[in-house]
């Protein structure tokens, strides 16, 4: 009987499955989406930077070129503002908003679960570091830096639409889908909001009963 109850007590109980090495830290759900995040901002990024260096090199001091049948015209145009030209004289306190930005997305990347999340804040964090780049590193200095636009839609010098870049596309894309995902009741750690569930569950009740 001893040898039965010490076998019994070694099996593993229901749901029980093989924990950590001793030592070793356990696995983090949000690593898979941590990454998502961070490959899509590096991606944003990277591609922003070589698609400015390029406008700089091959659209400085030149006229608008027309592609797409006047779709679309490529042009340089150096902006000290925000998107679409605001707030051009508050370059300094844009750069803080978009360093405020960056650390806000960093800090929430923590508690994210979502693959939608993960994709959305990815484009708004690589668009932000995009331009912020532009503010800390080109002329006329450190936190004044001026941001390179690069696309004018239907007409040049943006007088159909503000010219923009990349990394304003980026986050306009990634703010759209946060929006999405927010009025779907989706949340960061990939759960329903409280309120859909409510919604769910009253609907569910008001389903007439089967026969």
């Given at each position: 009987?001893?040898?039965?109850?010490?076998?019994?007590?070694?099996?593993?109980?229901?749901?029980?499955?093989?924990?950590?090495?001793?030592?070793?830290?356990?696995?983090?759900?949000?690593?898979?989406?941590?990454?998502?995040?961070?490959?899509?901002?590096?991606?944003?990024?990277?591609?922003?930077?070589?698609?400015?260096?390029?406008?700089?090199?091959?659209?400085?001091?030149?006229?608008?070129?027309?592609?797409?049948?006047?779709?679309?015209?490529?042009?340089?145009?150096?902006?000290?503002?925000?998107?679409?030209?605001?707030?051009?004289?508050?370059?300094?306190?844009?750069?803080?908003?978009?360093?405020?930005?960056?650390?806000?997305?960093?800090?929430?990347?923590?508690?994210?679960?979502?693959?939608?999340?993960?994709?959305?804040?990815?484009?708004?964090?690589?668009?932000?570091?995009?331009?912020?780049?532009?503010?800390?590193?080109?002329?006329?200095?450190?936190?004044?830096?001026?941001?390179?636009?690069?696309?004018?839609?239907?007409?040049?010098?943006?007088?159909?639409?503000?010219?923009?870049?990349?990394?304003?596309?980026?986050?306009?894309?990634?703010?759209?889908?946060?929006?999405?995902?927010?009025?779907?009741?989706?949340?960061?750690?990939?759960?329903?909001?409280?309120?859909?569930?409510?919604?769910?569950?009253?609907?569910?009740k008001d389903e007439p009963a089967g026969?």
């Amino acid at each position: 009987m001893d040898g039965v109850s010490e076998q019994a007590s070694q099996r593993p109980g229901p749901g029980s499955g093989p924990g950590p090495e001793p030592g070793e830290a356990p696995a983090n759900p949000a690593a898979p989406t941590v990454r998502l995040l961070s490959l899509i901002a590096v991606a944003v990024l990277a591609l922003d930077i070589v698609t400015k260096a390029v406008a700089v090199a091959q659209l400085e001091n030149r006229a608008p070129v027309e592609i797409l049948g006047g779709l679309v015209y490529l042009q340089l145009v150096r902006n000290p503002g925000a998107a679409f030209s605001l707030a051009t004289g508050y370059t300094w306190v844009l750069t803080i908003v978009a360093i405020a930005v960056v650390v806000v997305i960093v800090r929430v990347a923590r508690r994210l679960r979502s693959t939608g999340w993960a994709v959305a804040l990815g484009l708004v964090l690589g668009g932000a570091l995009g331009n912020l780049t532009d503010r800390l590193f080109r002329a006329p200095g450190p936190l004044h830096g001026h941001v390179v636009d690069i696309v004018s839609l239907l007409a040049p010098n943006g007088r159909v639409w503000p010219v923009f870049n990349l990394a304003d596309s980026s986050i306009v894309t990634g703010g759209v889908l946060l929006v999405l995902l927010a009025l779907l009741g989706r949340e960061l750690d990939g759960t329903r909001s409280a309120a859909e569930r409510r919604g769910r569950e009253q609907a569910g009740k008001d389903e007439p009963a089967g026969e």
